[in-house]
């Protein structure tokens, strides 16, 4: 039991209204006093307890106690201490000076319950299952929020004193009271009440029952006196008593007598005390063995998840710093990125401009073979038509007229047809420039670059509020400013590449507009374009299930050359291995930097190197449970050292703390928690679900 009392006293130091020693040391006294006193009284009273410590009702069953005392802590309910049906003993309940809204139901299970007392609480009723206690004596229930009596009261035989004084909305009083027989002293203020009338309800508890006997019309039963019920026991006491039934023997012998029994009822009763003793000493061990086996299991894997956390926060913090230090770069490397953009912006611009004529060989071809059998068609309708025309002439020279008509119909046709032909050219021209520019914006590395740079921060994001998280479920102790420190350096950081994004995208319209002022422009100057975008955009760039694989991010991020991410896009989507880059390929794509060289190959060879160490651990733990060969297919390790990774192999780690279902989208500013999908987040929501802090605006972030 001392190992059972032990856990208890841990579990409730985080039960405590303010962390002050005085009300740990205290405490964690009453319940050492409770272990070890052999009295019946459970004082936890004064403790500052915002809900009861797991345990404590059973711990007043073993021990046997009688009454408990709550009073004077911050408890809204019971329901935190245990099973109510292990307080059957208990006699004395006091949970006064608290904030106690309503009763559990289950305090039916309180049967020997004598004494009640609820004062100074919040309670708007009292539950139906009250009617149970019926060896209930004392009822005190005076200042609350009481707005009626339940009739259950009536059921109360035992019920000697009710108080119900300093209940300002109690005006009626139910009268199914005066089914409550030996209710002896009724304490209430008089003044305010309507149902009995307040002449009645000031006068004194006899007056009372009998009014409410009266309405009830029921004959009023005065209550037992303290008197006869001492005499009465004192008869039953007389009746029994053995001594007057053996006036033959002498007064030796009938000593004698008396002392065996004694020491036949003593030994019966020490044997029933060490058969009750070993029981709950074998009970004892048994739960202190589960006791010992559950918290040995609770804190292995709390040991692997502060670990995991551990490692999570370290990876954040270097990140940070990373992208901290990426903001002061050099000037060579701004006037790098700056000619690349130039460059870039050239190219773009010089694709609009050519005159591009070899649109598809095959396209053009086709185009004129359904031309020419077009032609032939109509030849042949001509043909056919001037045949039956002379051969019917003269069954048809009545029929001209309508015939002319209905040729002048026709011809008109054709050319409504055709007005509409060129109108539909007209809007097919508009939604040829649309996806041109939508395109422009696909193909386009640095975008591209911004995109991957914001999905790496958002996933930070999320790991940070599932970290805290976990410390919050495990009752971790950490340090909430840190946290909070890195949150608002990595909105910042999102803030600035939502910035640069907006940027890009005027910039690639603005071309857009310049491609569009040209004056030489062919039929189909937007489709010439669309192919010529397509045909120069690097492999595979287009496909939305390909994405920068995030580890390959943060080896370039600790480098210090996320910067160079545009530079890299034609290796990483020219689905050769990354290891075929060399520093010449590198300042023939545009790095120019040779210090920018060395650390894109370095981040490139931590990169193979962690993906070649998984590669190896495969075979190893697939070698026990299969006789296949675990040696991997030729090309896998290529594929895995691309740099780049499927969507479905990519997922955040946080999920909506309010449907627990879809993932997090939402970035709450200013606290920075990303912890709501779009559903739940835009449905109303004022303060952050996790810290309860005012949201001043929200990001929503797509993860690529």
């Known amino acids: 039991m001392g190992c059972a009392v032990s856990g208890v006293q841990k579990a409730t130091m985080s039960l405590l209204s303010k962390n002050t020693s005085d009300a740990r040391a205290k405490l964690e006294r009453k319940l050492y006093i409770a272990k070890e006193s052999p009295e019946s009284d459970f004082d936890l009273s004064d403790c500052e307890l915002r809900q009861l410590p797991s345990g404590i009702f059973s711990i007043c069953k073993v021990y046997r106690k009688d009454n408990l005392y709550l009073q004077s802590n911050h408890l809204h309910s019971l329901d935190h201490g245990g099973v109510l049906s292990d307080l059957h003993l208990i006699k004395i309940l006091d949970v006064s000076c608290n904030k106690f809204t309503l009763l559990s139901n289950d305090i039916r299970y309180l049967v020997n319950l004598t004494e009640l007392y609820i004062q100074n609480n919040f309670l708007k009723i009292l539950p139906e299952n009250i009617k149970y206690l019926k060896c209930l004596q004392i009822l005190d229930v005076s200042n609350n929020k009481l707005t009626n009596l339940t009739p259950a009261l009536g059921s109360l035989k035992a019920l000697n004193t009710l108080n119900i004084t300093q209940n300002e909305h109690l005006k009626v009083i139910c009268p199914e009271l005066c089914l409550a027989h ?324 005027k910039q690639l319209i603005e071309t857009i507009k310049e491609v569009e002022t040209e004056k030489d422009r062919s039929a189909d100057f937007w489709l010439k374009n669309y192919q010529k975008l397509i045909d120069s955009a690097p492999k595979n760039l287009l496909s939305v299930t390909k994405h920068l694989d995030p580890q390959f991010a943060n080896y370039l991020l600790q480098g210090g050359v996320i910067h160079c991410l545009p530079f890299l896009v034609k290796f990483l989507f020219s689905g050769d291995s990354l290891t075929n880059i060399t520093s010449e390929k590198l300042k023939a794509n545009g790095v120019i930097l040779s210090a920018d060289r060395d650390k894109i190959l370095k981040a490139i060879k931590l990169y193979i190197d962690s993906k070649q160490s998984i590669c190896d651990q495969q075979p190893l733990s697939n070698k026990a449970s299969s006789f296949e060969p675990s040696a991997p297919a030729a090309g896998i390790e290529d594929q895995a050292c691309s740099g780049v990774i499927s969507a479905d192999q990519s997922g955040l780690e946080g999920e909506c703390v309010i449907c627990m279902d879809a993932t997090s989208e939402l970035v709450f500013v200013p606290c920075g928690h990303m912890c709501c999908c779009q559903n739940c987040g835009i449905a109303g929501i004022d303060s952050c679900p996790m810290c309860r802090t005012m949201v001043e605006r929200k990001i929503k972030v797509l993860i690529s």
């Open 182 to 505: 030996n209710l002896e002293l009724l304490l209430l203020d008089g003044e305010q009440f309507v149902f009995p009338p307040p002449d009645v309800a000031c006068k004194n508890t006899e007056a009372i029952m009998k009014f409410l006997c009266h309405s009830l019309q029921v004959e009023y039963i005065s209550p037992l006196s303290q008197e006869s019920k001492v005499s009465s026991n004192r008869d039953v006491n007389r009746f029994h008593n053995p001594f007057l039934k053996q006036n033959t023997v002498t007064w030796e012998e009938q000593e004698a007598i008396t002392i065996e029994q004694e020491k036949r009822i003593h030994k019966a009763n020490q044997e029933q005390r060490d058969k009750f003793l070993s029981k709950i000493m074998q009970e004892q061990l048994n739960l202190d063995t589960e006791i010992a086996k559950v918290h040995e299991g609770k804190e292995i894997d709390r040991q692997r998840l502060i670990k995991a956390i551990q490692d999570e926060e370290r990876e954040i913090d270097v990140t940070v710093k990373n992208f901290i230090q990426f903001d002061g770069l050099k000037p060579e490397i701004i006037q790098q990125q700056l000619a690349y953009e130039k460059s870039e912006h050239d190219r773009l611009l010089e694709l609009t401009k050519k005159n591009y004529d070899n649109i598809k060989k095959s396209d053009v071809l086709k185009a004129m073979e359904n031309l020419i059998n077009d032609k032939c068609s109509v030849q042949r309708f001509l043909k056919n038509y001037k045949d039956s025309l002379n051969n019917i002439r003269d069954n048809i020279l009545l029929q001209e007229s309508e015939s002319t008509s209905k040729l002048s119909d026709i011809l008109n046709a054709k050319d409504n047809s055709r007005v509409e032909l060129v109108q539909q050219l007209l809007e097919d021209e508009d939604v040829q420039k649309a996806l041109v520019t939508s395109l422009l914006e696909k193909v386009d590395s640095k975008t591209w670059s911004i995109n991957e740079e914001i999905s790496l921060i958002s996933s930070h994001l999320a790991k940070i509020s599932v970290i805290e998280q976990e410390k919050r479920k495990l009752q971790i102790a950490y340090n909430h400013n840190e946290l909070l420190t890195q949150r608002m350096q990595l909105i910042t950081l999102l803030d600035d590449l939502l910035d640069q994004k907006n940027k890009r995208r």
